[in-house]
């Protein structure tokens, strides 16, 4: 219902393997369905794959955009100059958590302008921008979004960044919730890591110092203490998820290459 506000000219949504009405509330709704399970990379690209249009908007299902939320963000795309325009987020606030993130997000997130990386949803994408770069079906283990936008920021053919537009999310979220996220995260960035070694410093550097010292620093500057501990919390169980997947894969490839000494 939220979406159907923007009356958009083609609603898509792509199932990963549901097992609850998800199929047939969407098609009641008016949605075209489409079948997937090929992970979050390769479920986003099978929705592209399916579009018909110039311009393409990514929403997941705990985002809950209002009526004038779509053509403010095609504003804040026109204004800067952007082939692909993500949108801020405002999460409500249920809990501890929650409210530390929406601050956290406050220091680091809410800055409307160019970036060199940006997440795939809440964002509207000119339609050119994944002949530039496709998501990465075939690895399903990488991080979607920084391997996606690290390739096009890499090609110097894509413009993108944060606009002005801010959208709800609802999410009811404690802290097991959270921790079950960042190690996702963590072993996703991982994958990251292992497709592109080049990066990798960037990636130890992004987990070893600017969450745990830069970010942190800014929220408590701002008084934001709660967002000074989600920092700390994401980082460090990303950086144990994270460093955990490598050595294992170390482990994992080291007895394959003495058998084939």
């Not at 399916?50 to 990514?58: E, M, N, P, T, W």
């Not at 939320?69 to 692909?84: E, I, T, V």
């Not at 409500?92 to 601050?103: P, S, V, Y």
């Not at 990303?238 to 000494?261: C, D, G, I, N, W």
Request: aromatic share 12%; hydrophobic share 40%; charged share 25%.
């Amino acid at each position: 219902d939220c979406v159907r506000v923007w009356a958009p000219e083609d609603l898509i949504v792509v199932d990963g393997l549901s097992h609850d009405r998800t199929v047939e509330i969407a098609r009641e709704k008016g949605a075209r369905v489409i079948s997937g399970g090929r992970g979050v990379a390769g479920d986003r690209q099978i929705g592209i794959d399916a579009a018909k249009h110039d311009l393409i908007c990514f929403i997941d299902a705990d985002h809950r955009p209002q009526p004038g939320d779509l053509n403010a963000l095609l504003q804040d795309m026109y204004d800067f100059g952007f082939d692909a325009v993500q949108a801020q987020v405002s999460i409500e606030e249920t809990g501890f958590w929650t409210r530390a993130e929406n601050e956290a997000f406050s220091v680091f997130h809410h800055k409307a302008g160019p970036r060199t990386m940006m997440g795939t949803a809440p964002a509207l994408y000119k339609r050119h921008v994944f002949s530039v770069a496709r998501f990465d079906e075939a690895s399903p283990g990488v991080s979607d979004d920084a391997d996606l936008f690290y390739r096009l920021h890499k090609s110097g053919r894509v413009r993108f960044g944060i606009g002005h537009t801010r959208i709800a999310q609802e999410h009811h979220a404690g802290a097991s919730d959270y921790a079950a996220k960042f190690k996702f995260y963590g072993r996703r960035d991982a994958g990251f890591c292992m497709k592109h070694p080049e990066r990798a410093w960037s990636m130890f550097a992004h987990l070893m110092f600017r969450y745990p010292v830069i970010r942190p620093a800014r929220a408590l500057l701002q008084g934001k203490w709660r967002g000074a501990l989600y920092f700390w919390f994401c980082g460090g169980v990303r950086f144990y998820a994270m460093t955990r997947r490598l050595f294992s894969e170390a482990l994992q490839q080291k007895p394959r290459e003495v058998a084939h000494s």
